[in-house]
């Protein structure tokens, strides 16, 4: 084994675009709304979130633990449900 290889072992790429099992939980940003939808953004993946309480309207720049509904391979979109808050940005 060259000296490159033993320094670059277990390196991965990570995709701009992600997927998602259905039922999979995952945190992330909400980083916007769509249509008056609130979605979050992992990459160029983007989830359409479905929220629980009515307290939750508004979840721009906060870290929520998400659950994946619905997942489509090609377009790499998705809808999920926001199972809690998790805190806010930093920024």
Do not use: C, Y
């Amino acid at each position: 084994m060259s000296r490159l290889d033993a320094f670059s072992e277990g390196w991965s790429f990570r995709s701009s675009t992600p997927t998602f099992e259905r039922g999979q939980e995952i945190a992330a940003f909400v980083t916007g709304r769509e249509n008056g939808t609130q979605i979050a953004r992992i990459g160029d993946t983007v989830l359409r979130l479905d929220t629980a309480d009515e307290g939750d309207e508004d979840l721009l720049d906060t870290r929520v633990r998400l659950r994946v509904e619905d997942f489509d391979t090609d377009d790499h979109t998705g809808r999920a449900t926001v199972l809690e808050r998790l805190g806010e940005s930093s920024f």
